[in-house]
């Protein structure tokens, strides 16, 4: 599944291609990736201009001049791929992202004033496109269960570490991964965030000192950034807006480089399982401190 640096590339990629174009058509091949209304499609979807892209965690939000929200999760497999005077694939890279469209992986077309289309295709069918009123979508039962944005200007350390008071007896790594807890964060960058902090991963959450959440804080936000800035981080799973795979993974400094040398002291990076998901630590930096 992407993470919040693979969905904010393909935002931006939407942001600037799509805003200002009017959705003249829409068509899906089943209800269970388009799962509207056919009368509020046709009210509040088609005629309507794209006026701005928005993410909230994992979530894209195509906001619409009616008033509503296109809201759409890409799942495991999706693929947001625009043709038009400018051609981009995000999302899985399967030739969907290349050949021509649509495909039978295209599940929704939408087809815009220009002739230009922006095709939702989905392999597996686990994603969706569904419209709501745009004051309804922080409604949504994911939107009020999400955790804060990491990113957003006044996210500081405290408030950081205030999102981890009730899960003071969860391993610091689950309590990362849980996204009611903050939003976006999956396994590469829980792995990144905690060796750049050099903390282990079984650490429990009552165990870390407020200087520790600081710098836990700190290297989140520099690790989510800097993945922005190199298109993403999934090299198997996610290009970037230009159908460019994600640099990323020839930055990061312990995920999937057990047996490596650990870029800081030389040991090798193990792996392990924490929180049901492959772990990579540094077994020198990253000591386990038990509490006594």
Known sequence: MPELPEVETVRTGLERLIVGRTIADVSFDTPKSFPNDSEKVAQFLVGMQVQGVRRRAKVLMIDLSSAYTLVTHLKMTGQLVYRGKQNFGAGHPTDSLIGELPDRSTRVTLTFAD??????????????????????????????????????????????????????????????????????????????????????????????????????????????????????????????????????????????????????????????????????????CQKLHLAK
Not at 244 to 256: D, E, I, N, P, T
Request: aromatic share 12%.
């Open 115 to 284: 002739g230009s289309c922006l095709y939702f295709n989905d392999q597996r069918k686990f994603g969706w496109m569904m419209l709501y009123p745009t004051l309804e979508v922080p409604n949504i039962d994911f939107m009020k269960r999400v955790g804060p944005e990491p990113l957003e200007e006044d996210f500081t350390a405290a408030t950081f570490a205030a999102c981890f008071v009730r899960r003071k007896n969860t391993n610091i790594k689950a309590a990362l991964l849980d996204q009611t807890v903050v939003a976006g964060v999956g396994n590469i960058y829980a792995d990144e965030v905690l060796w750049g902090a050099k903390i282990h991963p079984l650490t429990l959450v009552k165990d870390l000192s407020y200087s520790q959440f600081e710098l836990l804080f700190t290297e989140l936000q520099y690790v989510l950034r800097l993945s922005i800035e190199k298109g993403g981080s999934t090299d198997r799973n996610y290009v970037d807006a230009e159908g460019k795979k994600g640099s990323y993974l020839s930055f990061a400094k312990v995920f999937r480089r057990e047996n490596l040398p650990c870029p800081r002291c030389g040991t090798s990076i193990v792996k392990t399982r924490v929180a049901g998901r492959g772990t990579h630590t540094c077994p020198k």
